[in-house]
């Protein structure tokens, strides 16, 4: 099922030549309120500079992948993703609250259904950002968030389909990499944001969606 | 693009020649066509991004969709070799580009009833064949250095028949070496930019969309030469 969060416009605007400034500035500020009424605890606008590296966490995801999965640990050995992430002028920071005394699951399965939930919604409302930002005009969007795909959406399945050559996602319209499979240090980023440490620390459900 | 200050500008004859390619291209079904400079043309990293998060179904499925194919970084120096190019589109109507659950049909590779999937198919065939034929007719004319980008995946279009690309399956021959080409998106070409800077109404088409939300699609191709 497609998800139906935000309509599609009755009526689509063409792309635009170049990126109004102005305009992109109004937008993600729009998007981020969105993503509250999402159901986000909080949600900020952020600048490619904003974001914190940490070249060894996806390492890390090598070194334990038993659960492995399409974007976890993600492979692109002819691309860039630091590259492709700097060439974005804004986009949006946000978390959801944990539930409490939730474990950090790491890449593997989740058992709480209601634990699983939270990772569910949080990759939900980082494809519905995506998704409007796309149909705004921002097609180049592309949104993280937190914990193994596979975990949250494909538990039951025997593997990752989307592992098999000329096989796509089952969830492409819900699932997204994790910020730390792209190296992105959510944790600092959330410190640096300096938002109340008791929403969410370990899982840190965080997600981040690059607009333009 | 930077424009690099050493490349020569394209020559009267040259630019003479590829407005015989772009009238070519109107004339064999092309609804649009312009000739640009190579300098114009938008590479950008994230472009490639997009086939692989999420990955669609056509990501790693013949040897020039993402993760395979010419990196973003490729593209350039290609691009940068090149003076000038012929970018077209053909124009599909939307109710078949963006029809209700053509996504899935695309996926499965199984014929609607509606007919969308052959039709798009078509649509699709001819960017390749504008850009093969545009690629021979600059050969002939003495263009030797040429380079084509077409749209989607060339193994649903050129080899829908067959299981696997030949090229991912022990490195044997492309079934389709002359025909099959990159497509823009899969070079890292920012195509929607490109037709929005030369005027064409490109309009973003998303699995949630509906032929009323938009005017029209639009497949794209291109052949630059140097």
Redesign the interface.
């Known amino acids: 099922m497609k998800p139906e969060v935000f309509p599609v416009p009755e009526e689509i605007a063409p792309v635009s030549a170049e990126t109004d400034p102005l305009n992109l500035e109004s937008d993600v500020g729009r998007l981020a309120d969105n993503a509250r009424e999402l159901g986000a605890a909080e949600s900020a606008v952020i600048s490619p500079e904003d974001i914190v590296f940490n070249e060894s966490l996806p390492e890390t995801m090598r070194t334990d992948g038993t659960f492995s999965s399409i974007h976890w640990p993600p492979e692109y050995p002819l691309d860039d993703l630091k590259e492709a992430l700097f060439s974005f002028r804004k986009g949006i920071f946000l978390c959801i609250r944990a539930e409490p005394g939730m474990p950090d699951y790491g890449g593997g399965p989740i058992a709480d259904p209601v634990h699983r939930d939270r990772y569910r919604k949080l990759h939900e409302i980082v494809t519905a950002i995506e998704s409007r930002a796309f149909y705004m005009g921002y097609y180049l969007a592309m949104g993280f968030a937190a914990g193994n795909c596979r975990s949250v959406f494909c538990a039951d399945a025997d593997r990752c389909v989307a592992m098999t050559r000329a096989k796509a996602c089952r969830e492409p319209y819900k699932s997204r990499p994790s910020m730390a499979a792209a190296g992105m240090d959510a944790a600092q980023m959330f410190r640096k944001a300096g938002w109340p440490p008791d929403i969410t620390k370990d899982p840190l459900l965080t997600g981040i969606v690059m607009i333009a | 693009m930077e424009k690099d200050a050493d490349k020569k500008p394209a020559s009267r004859k040259m630019e003479a020649e590829m407005e015989t390619l772009r009238r070519m291209a109107i004339t064999h079904g092309a609804s649009s066509a312009r000739v640009i400079d190579a300098d114009t043309i938008p590479v950008?990293?994230?472009?490639?991004?997009?086939c692989?998060?999420?990955?669609?179904?056509?990501s790693?499925?013949c040897g020039h969709c993402?993760?395979?194919?010419y990196?973003?970084e490729t593209t350039r120096e290609i691009v940068n070799a090149c003076k000038l190019g012929v970018f077209f589109h053909v124009r599909v109507d939307a109710a078949i580009i963006a029809a209700k659950n053509i996504g899935d049909v695309i996926?499965s590779g199984r014929a609607d009833d509606a007919g969308n999937l052959l039709s798009l198919g078509g649509h699709y065939m001819l960017v390749y064949t504008l850009v093969h034929m545009l690629r021979k007719k600059a050969a002939d004319m003495g263009m030797n250095q040429t380079h084509g980008f077409a749209a989607g995946c060339c193994?649903d279009v050129l080899c829908f028949l067959s299981k696997?690309c030949r090229i991912?399956n022990g490195g044997d021959q492309c079934r389709n070496p002359e025909m099959s080409v990159p497509s823009l998106e899969s070079a890292g070409i920012?195509a929607?930019?490109l037709?929005?800077?030369v005027g064409w109404?490109?309009?973003?088409?998303?699995?949630?969309?509906?032929p009323?939300?938009?005017?029209r699609g639009m497949l794209m191709g291109m052949v630059l030469a140097g």
């Open positions: 950008d990293p994230r472009v490639r991004f997009k692989m998060i999420p990955k669609c179904y056509m790693g499925r993402p993760p395979y194919g990196s973003a996926v193994k696997n991912l920012d929607f930019r037709a929005a800077r109404s490109v309009y973003p088409i998303g699995g949630s969309c509906e009323r939300s938009v005017k």
